[in-house]
């Protein structure tokens, strides 16, 4: 796959083959079973979280350029656990290959009470930073709900955005609204995401295996539309 492909084409070639993007029958934190199932887990070496941090940096570089994110990013946080190498590798890849100086912070899951001490690892929060937020997957936004207090109790930050690896396009469990859009609609900064469900299995219809088949059939196709009729937003 060419850098002349689409991120969407790129990035979806790059999940079937960390085999990050599996499919099957997968029970969600949501209860919902879901036919594919997405795991940031499978990034679980030195090229693959290069790779993924770099996927990162070049959606907010393109947000950036759009003028849908402010250049002077102060900091990325990834919120622990799978949000730390996400935000580390994302911090590089901005320094390294867009030439930001830019920050990584993540945050203990327990209050450390020797040492440097405090809840943040990496760069320390102060009033007025500007904080771009980095995760995987958000199917109800119960994360950001966790983390954003936990921000402001360091200081009065302001969170410029978040960005996912794929929005998944569902909506929440009591509303019609997708939780992207009920999370921009409740604390006013815009999410975005490397790519939605849609474009990944339009991409994986014209991605092959090593034997000539698509790796989403028909099969795998139908489910997931049939999913997303349910609960999609």
Do not use: C, W
């Not at 730390?84 to 100086?101: N, R």
């Amino acid at each position: 796959m060419t850098d002349t492909a689409s991120l969407d084409i790129r990035f979806t070639q790059f999940l079937l083959e960390s085999k990050a993007l599996k499919f099957g029958e997968f029970t969600l934190k949501s209860g919902r079973k879901s036919p594919y199932f997405i795991n940031a887990g499978a990034f679980n070496d030195g090229r693959k979280i290069a790779t993924i941090g770099a996927f990162y940096a070049e959606k907010i570089a393109a947000e950036i350029e759009a003028g849908n994110l402010p250049k002077d990013i102060d900091t990325v946080f990834g919120p622990a656990y799978k949000g730390i190498p996400l935000g580390v590798s994302t911090a590089i890849a901005l320094t390294s290959a867009h030439g930001m100086e830019v920050g990584y912070t993540f945050d203990r899951k327990e209050k450390k009470d020797h040492g440097d001490g405090g809840m943040m690892v990496g760069t320390q929060l102060t009033d007025g930073m500007k904080v771009l937020l980095v995760d995987d997957v958000m199917t109800a936004g119960t994360a950001v709900r966790e983390v954003i207090p936990k921000l402001k109790a360091e200081a009065n930050v302001e969170v410029v955005g978040l960005v996912l690896s794929v929005d998944r396009m569902e909506k929440t469990k009591d509303s019609d609204l997708s939780a992207v859009k009920a999370v921009e609609q409740e604390f006013g900064f815009p999410v975005f995401a490397i790519a939605n469900v849609r474009e990944i299995f339009e991409a994986g219809r014209r991605i092959n295996t090593a034997d000539g088949t698509p790796y989403v059939t028909d099969e795998i196709k139908a489910a997931a539309d049939a999913y997303l009729e349910r609960y999609g937003a």
